[in-house]
């Protein structure tokens, strides 16, 4: 797959746009040209504002050309302007609703937890960044992309996988289930194992990486490599412009984003493994028989570890 375009077409991050504009436009921000930059810290400041503006004064105000705003909006999924104004306005009208945030909730990078904010309204904002990570990934998904994906580890003669930090936990879940089910997976967080691992794959053999930047240098170095070797790549990441979508075939596209205090959160790896746990069942799927008898094998090898009734 090493001759493939890297996060194009029907295996790229051009879906249908879907999910919060807050969130991709955060996603997109730090992989942006400087113009474009501007004019999205003008959109995640004032949301209201760009929404009633026209593309001239917009430009205008952000010292940047109307071209700059077209290759911004798409840059974000949309196909230009116009559509970023109606999306703008019906999630500001959404928001203005919403009983956890009364008022919208737009900063760059992160919405905010106050330091004195009472513990009802921590959990109250920690569901609502949570579920709407989940509505707003199952919104941008390319499923056909997550079919191709499925397709390729069905049928892999190995499967790597590989995640740092926050990352290595969804990664290793994954390895778990895949490993269950009678995939061979091997999960790698050390760059030197992980580029060890990639420098013996092939044509045949699936890499999948994720990081929520798309930028963990470790994750992007041992990813290039491996399709370098002819493997398919795969990514997950939150960043489908930043380097690690250049080095993969496959992109898969989480939505979600910080709150404060929060860094990489939870949001973010729940939005992962809602990616992982659909790849799972298309890859179950598609080898039923086998996913039933290893299953089955399975099970009954722990059995004796488990204490009858619970008790």
């Known amino acids: 797959m090493s001759s493939s375009s890297p996060?194009?077409?029907?295996?790229?991050?051009?879906?249908?746009?879907?999910?919060?504009?807050?969130?991709?436009?955060?996603?997109?921000?730090?992989?942006?040209?400087?113009?474009?930059?501007?004019?999205?810290?003008?959109?995640?400041?004032?949301?209201?504002?760009?929404?009633?503006?026209?593309?001239v004064d917009l430009a205008a105000s952000c010292d940047i050309s109307r071209t700059t705003v077209t290759r911004f909006c798409r840059s974000v999924g949309l196909s230009g302007y116009g559509e970023l104004r109606l999306a703008l306005?019906?999630?500001v009208g959404r928001m203005s609703h919403d009983p956890v945030h009364p008022t919208p909730a737009w900063s760059e990078g992160t919405s905010g937890v106050a330091p004195d904010e009472p513990m009802p309204r921590v959990l109250?904002?920690?569901?609502?960044?949570?579920?709407?990570?989940?509505?707003?990934?199952?919104?941008?998904?390319?499923?056909?992309?997550?079919?191709?994906?499925?397709?390729?580890?069905?049928?892999?003669?190995?499967?790597?996988?590989?995640?740092?930090?926050?990352?290595?936990?969804?990664?290793?879940?994954?390895?778990?289930?895949?490993?269950?089910?009678?995939?061979?997976?091997?999960?790698?967080?050390?760059?030197?194992?992980?580029?060890?691992?990639?420098?013996?794959?092939?044509?045949?053999?699936?890499?999948?990486?994720?990081?929520?930047?798309?930028g963990t240098k470790e994750v992007v170095e041992a990813t290039a490599l491996a399709r370098d070797q002819g493997a398919t790549t795969i990514a997950v990441t939150n960043s489908p412009r930043a380097r690690l979508a250049k080095v993969s075939d496959i992109v898969l596209e989480t939505v979600s984003r910080e709150i404060s205090f929060r860094s990489g959160s939870m949001a973010g790896r729940h939005a992962?493994?809602?990616?992982?746990?659909?790849?799972?069942?298309?890859?179950?799927?598609?080898?039923?028989?086998?996913?039933?008898?290893?299953?089955?094998?399975?099970?009954?090898a722990v059995a004796d570890h488990h204490w009858k009734g619970g008790a």
Do not use: K
């Open 124 to 214: 109250a904002q920690l569901l609502a960044a949570d579920v709407r990570a989940l509505e707003d990934t199952a919104a941008r998904i390319d499923l056909v992309a997550l079919e191709t994906a499925a397709e390729r580890i069905a049928t892999a003669r190995s499967i790597d996988i590989y995640g740092v930090s926050g990352s290595a936990s969804t990664a290793g879940e994954f390895s778990r289930r895949l490993n269950r089910i009678g995939r061979r997976t091997s999960a790698w967080n050390e760059i030197h194992d992980a580029l060890a691992s990639a420098a013996l794959l092939t044509t045949g053999d699936v890499v999948l990486a994720i990081s929520h930047t798309g």
């Open 272 to 300: 992962q493994m809602l990616i992982l746990d659909c790849l799972y069942i298309a890859v179950a799927q598609r080898t039923y028989a086998d996913t039933q008898s290893a299953l089955e094998r399975t099970a009954a």
């Open 89 to 91: 306005a019906a999630e």
């Open 7 to 55: 996060a194009s077409g029907a295996l790229g991050p051009n879906a249908p746009f879907g999910g919060s504009v807050h969130a991709r436009v955060s996603a997109v921000l730090p992989t942006l040209s400087e113009a474009e930059q501007r004019l999205a810290r003008e959109v995640l400041a004032h949301p209201a504002q760009v929404a009633a503006t026209t593309i």
